[in-house]
Structure formats: C-alpha cells, structure tokens
C-alpha cells in the first residue's frame, strides 16, 4: 500500500469515526431528553396524585367533625335530652360543606380507585345515622352505627395517607 492510499484510508477512518460519533452523540442525546421527558412526566403525575389526595383527606375532615358531634349526642338522644330542633341544630348538613370541596374533574381520576365510591358510602351511611338519630333509635343501635362509621372513615383516612406517602417514592 503505497502513502496516497494509506492516508486515504487513515482519512476515511476519520470520517468514519467522527460520523460515527456523532451518530452516537445524537442517539445518547436523543434517549437523554427521552428520560428528561419521562422524569418530568412522572414528577407531574405525582403531583396531580397529591394534590387529588389533599382534597380527599380535606373532604373527610368536615365528616370526621359532624360524626363527632353525633357520637357526643347520641346518649343525649337516647335518654330524650335533646329536642327535635336542637338535633337539627347541632346534627350537620353536610352536603353543602362537601359541595365545595369536592374535587375538580381532572383530579377525580387521580385518585386510587374506588375512593370516591368509598367517601360518597361514608357519606350515604352518615345520613342513615343521622335519620335514625332524629328518630331517637335505641343507643345500642347508634352507638355501634357511628363506631362502624368512624372505623370506615378512619380507614379510608388510612389509605389516602399511605397513597400520598407513597406519591413520594
């Protein structure tokens, strides 16, 4: 092999090379933003789920609040203490509250699934205590209603609060 093609060949390996690293280059930057994007996704993904579980928690509050203020009644109710209007008065309508912390529509599909059928059963069986406070049901009867309620408000408290943890992972 004579010079000339020698230094052709050392000039093609060149090319070769820098085309080939800049192949390389270009993939490696390409699958780069790629993870960037994926990262980023995520990292909003997780956010919308805390947020949704912020308003889920925050929506348990004013039901944890009012089964409170039954559980207390509830001997008072049972030992005719309290009056059909003091029970109105102290025994909370909560669909108004709940109303205006509902979650927006976008966030509603953040949640773990079945939560909000859940929450609106945690809802639902508070009305029926409710009712049945008002009709001055025996206090067996209501005090084992609002304990069952309290355990099942107490646990979905338990799973929102595991599910935002877990958003951080």
Do not use: C
Not at 33 to 49: F, G, N, T
């Amino acid at each position: 092999m004579d010079a000339a093609t020698l230094a052709l060949v050392v000039a093609g390996i060149g090319i070769v090379g820098t085309l080939l690293g800049t192949a390389a280059g270009a993939v490696l930057g390409m699958w780069s933003d790629r993870q960037k994007w994926k990262r980023e996704r995520l990292a909003k993904r997780r956010e919308h789920e805390r947020e949704a579980l912020q308003f889920a928690l925050k929506w348990l509050d004013p039901i944890d609040s009012a089964l409170m203020r039954v559980t207390l009644l509830i001997p008072r109710i049972a030992a005719g203490q309290v009056d059909r209007d003091e029970m109105y008065q102290k025994i909370p309508n909560l669909m108004g509250t709940l109303a205006a912390l509902d979650l927006p529509p976008h966030l509603q599909v953040m949640l773990p699934e079945g939560t909000y059928r859940k929450g609106l059963s945690i809802l639902h069986e508070f009305g029926e205590l409710t009712a049945m406070a008002k009709l001055a049901s025996p206090y067996e009867d209501l005090a084992s209603m609002a304990e069952a309620l309290q355990s099942k408000a107490d646990a979905q408290r338990h799973d929102l609060t595991a599910a935002y943890r877990k958003t951080f992972e």
